[in-house]
């Protein structure tokens, strides 16, 4: 199979279709051509072929080297004259040659020298005589040119001679019908083909729209073809078995999650707790990033069971309220906090939870590879995108699309599992937004929030 050109089904079973009719068509033409060579040797065909002497006189006729007419001893007239003593002809063509043989029988003698202008004839002794008939005149093409034969009747059909015409028979009947059959198998076979595969297609078109976001979707099986049923049954046993499995494992996240907020909270307030000082500042920090992270795997079970729940927005609100929070954070990491906004109020369509937590994400993001100088900024801005800027390090242009993967890390041994960015993305994805990575005019890292249609008013039932 050709790695540009892959091999068509549907044109694998035209092509075979095609090809079987074709040798279907000429081995019964075979058949039905050896039955009647069957039958010509047992005398139960053509048995009173009236034509037999004149085709053996004409094939056998020549020019001597005077210019008139001879007669060459073919196998044909020698059998004839074996075993018909009685054998009778006249042979003349228009320039006055004849040859004649045998007694010409009396009642056709007085006018066997007055065919001049007669074609063709059938004589008969009488109206009454059976076929066929007692002799024949015919103008006939030769190897000595046109000539006239008068002759009887003798003999049967020759089974060579019946196969001599065979190849004209193949080229004018056999071939043309074996010819239009392949191209009305090759008009009409595809026709066919793509209506059979009709469910096929629908089956494949159901298939591109399966996603994980999408789950119990099933290939239907109602225009399959019968063949192809077991493995379209199949795949939709895999795709139960996977449903089954992302549930399972979208339970153990939402459990593990709920189950870790008891002890994240207790080390929280052990660690308020503690005497001011950087052991502090590291463990709240870190304590901080595990309430994130569950929080996460909370809001993103929750939204994947669907957008009913979106209402109104204020981006500004939700980032107001983050750099509140995160604020003593930042400070305690020796980091300056800046927020800026270009409207009062800039409106999307979202939950609100798990923007709130999307958004602490990336500015711990910032606290973490912020180098700890300089400021963290979060500005909103009036088309709908929210930046959390930093003077750091910056993020290289070749590592920008990876740092979205999970448990992916920019630098070794850094702080964190790796899940927070694709979290986020997770989530913004569920806002049907996305995350750009830029860089900072002081040439830390830059990342963009975007939100679609912003600034459009929007409705919601209440």
């Known amino acids: 199979m050709s790695a540009l050109r892959p091999r068509s089904l549907a044109w694998r079973l035209v092509g075979r279709l095609a090809g079987l009719q074709a040798i279907m068509l000429t081995l019964l033409i075979l058949l039905i051509g050896l039955a009647a060579i069957v039958l010509l040797q047992a005398g139960l065909l053509l048995d009173d072929y009236e034509g037999s002497t004149l085709d053996a006189l004409r094939d056998a006729i020549a020019r001597d080297v005077a210019g008139g007419l001879s007669l060459r001893q073919t196998p044909e007239l020698s059998a004839l004259r074996s075993e018909h003593a009685d054998l009778w002809f006249v042979i003349r063509d228009a320039d006055g040659h004849k040859l004649a043989e045998g007694a010409v029988p009396p009642q056709f003698a007085p006018i066997a020298s007055a065919l001049d202008h007669v074609s063709d004839a059938r004589l008969r002794w009488n109206a009454a005589e059976a076929s066929p008939p007692s002799a024949l005149v015919k ?7 046109r000539v006239q034969i008068l002759t009887g009747t003798y003999g049967q059909l020759s089974v060579w001679r019946a196969l001599a015409g065979t190849p004209v028979l193949f080229l004018n009947v056999i071939l043309p019908i074996i ?32 996603d994980i976001d999408r789950r119990g979707v099933q290939l239907p099986l109602d225009e399959v073809p019968i063949e192809i049923i077991p493995l379209v049954k199949a795949i939709n046993d895999a795709l139960v078995r996977l449903d089954k499995g992302y549930e399972r494992h979208r339970r153990f996240l939402a ?10 909270a207790i080390l929280s307030t052990r660690v308020s707790s503690l005497e001011a000082g950087p052991e502090k500042t590291l463990l709240f920090e870190d304590a901080t990033r595990l309430s994130v992270m569950a929080g996460q795997l909370l809001d993103l079970q929750r939204l994947d069971q669907g957008t009913d729940a979106f209402a109104a927005v204020d981006l500004v609100g939700v980032a107001r309220r983050v750099v509140l929070d995160l604020a003593p954070l930042a400070f305690a990491a020796s980091y300056e906090m800046s927020f800026e906004h ?17 958004l602490t994400n990336l500015v711990q993001n910032a606290l973490d590879h912020g180098r700890r100088r ?16 930093d003077d750091g390090d910056g993020i290289p242009i070749e590592e920008r699309e990876q740092i979205f993967e999970p448990f992916h890390r920019l630098h070794q041994g850094g702080r964190g599992a790796g899940l927070g960015l694709d979290l986020v993305q997770n989530i913004m994805r569920l806002h049907g937004g996305h995350i750009e990575v830029d860089q900072a005019p002081s040439g830390g890292a830059c990342m963009r929030m975007v939100f679609p249609a912003a600034g459009v008013p929007l409705t919601f039932a209440t």
């Open 255 to 264: 459990d593990a999650a709920h189950e870790l907020r008891t002890p994240i």
């Open 179 to 210: 010819v239009l059959m392949t191209l009305a198998t090759l008009v009409a076979t595809p026709f066919v083909v793509r209506r059979t595969m009709k469910g096929l297609g629908q089956a494949a078109a159901q298939a591109e729209r399966i």
């Open 139 to 145: 103008w006939v093409d030769s190897a000595a040119g």
């Open 342 to 358: 270009e409207d009062e109020t800039v409106v999307v369509a979202g939950d609100q939870t798990s923007l709130e937590r999307a």
């Open 374 to 389: 300089g400021t963290i900024l979060v500005r909103v801005t009036n088309d709908g995108r929210i930046e959390i800027c």
